[in-house]
């Protein structure tokens, strides 16, 4: 039997949180609470969540912005809205919107569980579903190119992958670390088992620890059952520790003994786990220099770089360009709908003289943005973002920063007043032009994103 998940309560009474909480409290869910909707986002942040039950009327942030909100933030968790002032016309604009369920009140308990009980199987089925096509193909997400710098590497993974080393891959933002980490895991004896992914830098500090190595029934406020961490869950399979120059000293203790010893012990825990797993690290920092100002243990540096490959930046594989390009046009024609047979030359000169400081995600989604833009039967020059049109400058000079997932590569010398128009232009595609929405998540009055557009057409 799977075990509940954690639901996140919203409402703006404290006499309706209580109740709900006492509900899913005595069936073993871990429940996380919140008063407004921008407190649920600020938890949705920090906290994985598996489903949100809110709210529909609630002051500054009614649950419907919420369900929005959701969608951007924790896309993958299901909500279910609830309300006094149940109407056919809020139902049917809340599942337009995403909604899994919507409850009126007063709510019978029975059907709160139900209806919570089949969010997360449906979110469990999404999820089981997810995994079982990346497992069958490195087919959705090929490794694509045939430059001697990527073949190179390429031969390094192919001889690596079916030992049980550790192996470390080092590489800029962006060059793909987790593909090449599921085709070492694709290409190893442990191919049938779970590839169990964790960013370490998009963790909070305080609940890593938890996430990595489980945790039993009271360790801490709001541990209401034992839960199994990521190590544990890639048992016979492989364990991918991204960005592991972030762990903190606390967890680099741990790290290293379940690296010498093959065994774990859980938060509130008082005996050892068993694990047996391969671990594939990555990083796009110096560890060695993190070794040498004390950031990082030495002795755990020297189990995690056991083999060693470093991944080549775009800007070194500049013939695999048009292959890559090729690729993503036709994913993301196929996924919007449109046809479209490629690039003019125009547009794929200007891919091959562009830097990337932001490496194959940055062309992908500059040329997800100009599949959705272009209005031909083939993408032009015009169709590219201005930095890649420009050229961006000298190769390899960049900034990259990110917008809830997404990646924003914004070349040196940019003027801050341009940074501030790209990231509110892409929070508002991510909100589907939704600007009170877009204001919420970037923490700024939905005045300033109407007086900054207004003078951009200035």
């Given at each position: 039997m799977a075990e509940p998940g954690a639901v996140l309560l919203v409402d703006d009474e404290q006499a309706n949180l209580d109740s709900l909480e006492r509900i899913f409290a005595r069936e073993g869910y871990r429940v996380l609470l919140a008063s407004s909707g921008q407190a649920a986002v600020e938890t949705l942040r920090a906290e994985p969540v598996d489903v949100v039950v809110t709210d529909l009327m609630m002051p500054g942030m009614s649950g419907q912005e919420l369900l929005r909100a959701v969608r951007a933030v924790a896309p993958e968790a299901e909500v279910v809205l609830m309300t006094a002032y149940g109407t056919v016309e809020a139902a049917v604009a809340a599942m337009k919107d995403g909604a899994y369920d919507f409850l009126t009140k007063p709510l019978k308990r029975h059907a709160v569980l139900k209806s919570v009980?089949?969010?997360?199987?449906?979110?469990?089925?999404?999820?089981?579903n997810k995994q079982l096509r990346a497992r069958l193909a490195g087919a959705e997400q090929p490794i694509v190119g045939q430059s001697p710098a990527l073949r190179a590497t390429l031969d390094v993974i192919r001889q690596a992958a079916p030992s049980s080393a550790t192996v470390l891959l080092l590489g800029e933002s962006g060059t793909g670390k987790e593909l090449f980490a599921r085709a070492l895991h694709e290409h190893s004896s442990r191919a049938t088992g779970p590839f169990v992914p964790i960013n370490c830098a998009a963790i909070p500090e305080t609940i890593l620890?938890?996430?990595?190595?489980?945790?039993?029934?009271?360790?801490?406020?709001?541990?209401?059952?034992?839960?199994?961490?990521?190590?544990?869950?890639?048992?016979?399979?492989t364990l991918f520790l991204d960005e592991v120059g972030e762990l903190t000293a606390a967890v680099q203790v741990k790290l290293l003994r379940f690296l010498q010893e093959g065994e774990i012990e859980h938060l509130g825990g008082s005996g050892a786990v068993k694990v047996d797993c391969r671990v594939v690290a990555a990083t796009n920092a110096d560890l060695g220099a993190r070794v040498r100002g004390g950031e990082f243990r030495e002795d755990l540096f020297y189990r995690l770089n056991v083999i060693q490959v470093t991944l080549p930046?775009?800007?070194d594989r500049v013939e695999d360009i048009p292959l890559l390009a090729d690729h993503f046009v036709a994913r993301y024609a196929a996924k919007n709908g449109k046809t479209i047979r490629g690039l003019t030359?125009?547009?794929?000169?200007?891919?091959?003289?562009?830097?990337?400081?932001?490496?194959?995600?940055?062309l992908e989604n500059a040329i997800e943005r100009a599949v959705v833009l272009s209005r031909g039967a083939e993408i032009d020059i015009d169709d590219l973002p201005e930095s890649v049109r420009s050229g961006g400058g000298p190769r390899g000079a960049g900034l990259a920063g990110g917008v809830e997932?997404?990646?924003?590569?914004?070349?040196?010398?940019?003027?801050m007043e341009e940074i501030e128009l790209r990231v509110i232009r892409e929070t508002l595609r991510q909100t589907k032009g939704d600007k009170n929405l877009a204001a919420q998540l970037l923490g700024i009055a939905a005045r300033t994103i109407y007086r900054k557009l207004d003078r951009e057409k200035e």
């Open positions: 009980a089949q969010a997360l199987e449906k979110r469990r089925l999404l999820q089981e620890e938890s996430e990595l190595f489980g945790y039993e029934r009271g360790a801490f406020t709001g541990a209401v059952q034992r839960k199994e961490g990521r190590i544990e869950r890639a048992q016979g399979g930046p775009l800007r030359r125009g547009a794929l000169e200007a891919l091959e003289t562009y830097p990337w400081p932001g490496n194959v995600r940055e997932g997404r990646t924003l590569t914004v070349p040196l010398g940019t003027t």
